[in-house]
């Protein structure tokens, strides 16, 4: 029978070495051994962003990206999109199975005591300027609930996770709305927990002049389907951010701060404006091609496509396309969506991005809704930070009970000067232009 394992020869030295294999994986720290000589500090892997490396082991999401299949905690995306809500996905999420009924009331109840928020929250809100971006307020005030909640700290004790856990997925959609309120001059709005998780969002965001908001259910069913599709993704840039910093045993609070920070930039959480942003410069189905032509010449890259893990069609695009349609019999078709539809038509026949695979990914269609239910894109962030609060405490809590790590403290691979020894300032050689400039360019 073949031997699960993996041999090396160093043709350094002609020695071989026998690795075991564990779930196709090799541990990096058995390379070690790899020496040429005694003294030296043994092999290492060199990885940049961490292409082909897996961090930890998990028991939340799986992801096939060449079949473009997404499953939380063995459930398809597709099946949880069709029959389940975001409060019970999240559930799945963060406790590992679907919850019985009296499970899931209890866990409805327990999440919506946590709506509101400390008073001095909102007074540290009204302190923002007046521009102030929605996702830079959500980073700090996710930050300073940490000096609101100093039990937090004890991360190894099971009950304050959870109690923590609840208060983040109840307390999110609270400061993300007061964010928005901010963001437009308008008066706060508390959270009305006889409504839905989405449907008090809505109200908290939307609510005017009138005493009892009345949430459009297909909007509010299109949001939860939002965040249900949302809700985790494993080992990306946000994630690894929470279970990096996380390891350092802080509390997670200050941690979730981190990974909202991440959330924040172009790359993670800002894509879906860049496709919005793009389809409104195309602006009309005939000049599709003329995009397409300076996609092909590498002059841009056509937002919405392509994907680090995702090889095949995204899954959740999937999904989106169809419900796009369901929110536009409320609000009026966007005009842009003629537009991603073509551009996908062409785009998918197109051997440049068939060779390539890429397709579309979930933030081709988000933005596209987000913004046919009145979002400004500022806010397109946020919508994805508040569900990814479950995937996030749910990676969070799976680290701090994993034995096996430890603080996350990568190796590298030095590439600087060798030891020299300290010059005084007036013995020090005047540097050439060019030497600057090279400086500079650091
Ligand atoms: C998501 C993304 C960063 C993944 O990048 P990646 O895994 O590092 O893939 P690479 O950058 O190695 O791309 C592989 C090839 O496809 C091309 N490519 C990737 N995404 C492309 C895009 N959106 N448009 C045009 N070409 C693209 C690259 O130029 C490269 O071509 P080459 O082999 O001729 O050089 C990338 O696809 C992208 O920038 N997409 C647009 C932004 C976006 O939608 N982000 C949201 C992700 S959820």
Same mark, same amino acid.
């Not at 691979?413 to 030497?435: A, D, F």
């Given at each position: 029978?073949?031997?699960?394992?993996?041999?090396?020869?160093?043709?350094?030295?002609?020695?071989?070495?026998?690795?075991?294999?564990?779930?196709? #994986?090799?541990? /990096?720290?058995?390379?070690?051994? !790899?020496?040429?000589?005694?003294? %030296?500090? &043994?092999?290492?892997? @060199?990885?940049?962003?961490? #292409?082909?490396? /897996?961090?930890?082991?998990?028991? !939340?999401?799986?992801?096939?990206? %060449?079949? &473009?299949?997404?499953? @939380?905690?063995?459930?398809?995306?597709?099946?949880l999109a069709e029959h389940s809500n975001y409060l019970e996905t999240a559930y799945l999420v963060v406790k590992g199975e679907l919850p019985d009924r009296k499970r899931l009331q209890m866990w409805e109840h327990n999440v919506k005591v946590h709506t509101m928020v400390h008073e001095n929250i909102k007074k540290f809100m009204e302190g923002f300027r007046y521009d102030a971006h929605p996702m830079g307020m959500l980073v700090g005030t996710i930050g300073a609930l940490s000096t609101f909640y100093p039990d937090a700290a004890n991360i190894h004790d099971l009950e304050s996770r959870r109690l923590q856990t609840r208060r983040l997925i109840g307390k999110l959609p609270t400061l993300a709305a007061f964010a928005y309120r901010q963001s437009r001059g308008l008066p706060y709005i508390y959270p009305d927990n006889d409504l839905s998780y989405t449907g008090n969002f809505l109200s908290m965001l939307f609510r005017m002049t009138e005493l009892k908001y009345k949430p459009n259910p297909v909007l509010e069913r299109a949001?939860?389907?939002?965040?249900?599709?949302?809700?985790?993704?494993?080992?990306?840039?946000?994630?690894?951010?929470?279970?990096?910093?996380?390891?350092?045993?802080?509390?997670?609070?200050?941690?979730?701060?981190?990974?909202?920070?991440?959330?924040?930039?172009?790359?993670?959480?800002?894509?879906?404006?860049?496709?919005v942003r793009m389809l409104t410069e195309i602006g009309s189905v005939d000049r599709i091609p003329e995009l397409i032509k300076k996609v092909k010449a590498g002059e841009r890259r056509l937002m919405g496509f392509g994907h680090r893990v995702y090889k095949n069609y995204d899954p959740r695009?999937?999904?989106?396309?169809?419900?796009?349609?369901?929110?536009?019999?409320?609000?009026?078709a966007n005009p842009l969506i003629e537009i991603a539809l073509e551009l996908e038509r062409i785009a998918l026949q197109d051997d440049y991005f068939v060779s390539r695979k890429l397709y579309p990914n979930v933030d081709f269609y988000s933005g596209i809704i987000y913004q046919a239910m009145g979002f400004p894109t500022a806010m397109f962030p946020v919508l994805f930070a508040i569900p990814r609060t479950s995937g996030w405490m749910s990676q969070w809590a799976e680290m701090?009970?994993?034995?096996?790590?430890?603080?996350?403290?990568?190796?590298?691979?030095?590439?600087?000067?060798?030891?020299?020894?300290?010059?005084?300032?007036?013995?020090?050689?005047?540097?050439?232009?060019?030497?600057?400039?090279?400086?500079e360019e650091i």
């Open positions: 029978m073949a031997k699960n394992t993996l041999t090396i020869t160093d043709n350094r030295t002609g020695k071989q070495y026998e690795l075991p294999i564990e779930n196709d #994986t090799i541990r /990096a720290g058995d390379l070690r051994q !790899i020496k040429v000589s005694a003294d %030296d500090f &043994g092999m290492m892997t @060199y990885d940049p962003a961490f #292409t082909n490396t /897996a961090s930890c082991k998990s028991k !939340i999401t799986f992801i096939d990206g %060449d079949r &473009g299949i997404l499953r @939380y905690r063995g459930y398809p995306i597709e099946e949001l939860d389907l939002l965040f249900i599709l949302h809700a985790d993704h494993e080992q990306n840039c946000s994630t690894n951010a929470m279970r990096s910093v996380g390891s350092s045993q802080v509390d997670p609070y200050s941690a979730t701060a981190a990974a909202v920070a991440a959330l924040y930039g172009p790359l993670h959480g800002g894509a879906n404006e860049a496709v695009a999937k999904i989106l396309k169809k419900a796009a349609y369901e929110v536009f019999e409320v609000t009026g701090v009970r994993d034995e096996e790590q430890k603080i996350a403290r990568p190796r590298q691979v030095y590439i600087g000067e060798g030891p020299r020894s300290y010059i005084p300032i007036e013995k020090r050689p005047v540097p050439t232009m060019r030497e600057e400039a090279v400086a």
